[in-house]
């Protein structure tokens, strides 16, 4: 599965943005998926996490009440609407192919199948 990542932007606090991530290839519907995030100098971290069903999500703290992932498998994408953006959400945003899906959003490399390139996303204060 090759995937790439899209809808970042420059917004100001209190803003929304809706990142996009498209998915090539037939198996897309049997993969969970999840998006995460890297901030300059930081590592990277747990967004949010979707099954293959759609029935399943799970949040990072620091995010939950303002982002929600949902995805699409007749157009192979997988989304993330984020709310009430903050300066600490800027970071480039990954999605990605996941083995298995963890409610605590700890991932190791192994847990992982493809990444999109990723989508810059600044939150101005």
């Known amino acids: 599965v090759q995937l790439q990542a899209f809808g970042g932007g420059l917004v100001q606090a209190g803003g929304s943005l809706r990142l996009s991530c498209a998915a090539s290839g037939r198996t897309f519907s049997t993969y969970a998926m999840g998006w995460f995030r890297q901030a300059p100098g930081k590592e990277r971290e747990f967004v949010a996490a979707i099954s293959w069903s759609g029935g399943i999500t799970y949040y990072a703290d620091s995010v939950k009440g303002r982002f929600t992932i949902s995805r699409d498998s007749a157009k192979n994408a997988v989304y993330l609407r984020m709310n009430s953006l903050k300066p600490d959400d800027t970071a480039v945003y990954y999605c990605?192919?996941?083995?298995?899906?963890?409610?605590?959003?700890?991932?190791?490399?192994?847990?992982?199948?493809?990444w999109g390139q990723g989508t810059q996303v600044t939150v101005s204060s």
């Open positions: 990605a192919t996941l083995k298995r899906l963890y409610s605590d959003g700890y991932y190791s490399e192994s847990d992982f199948g493809s």
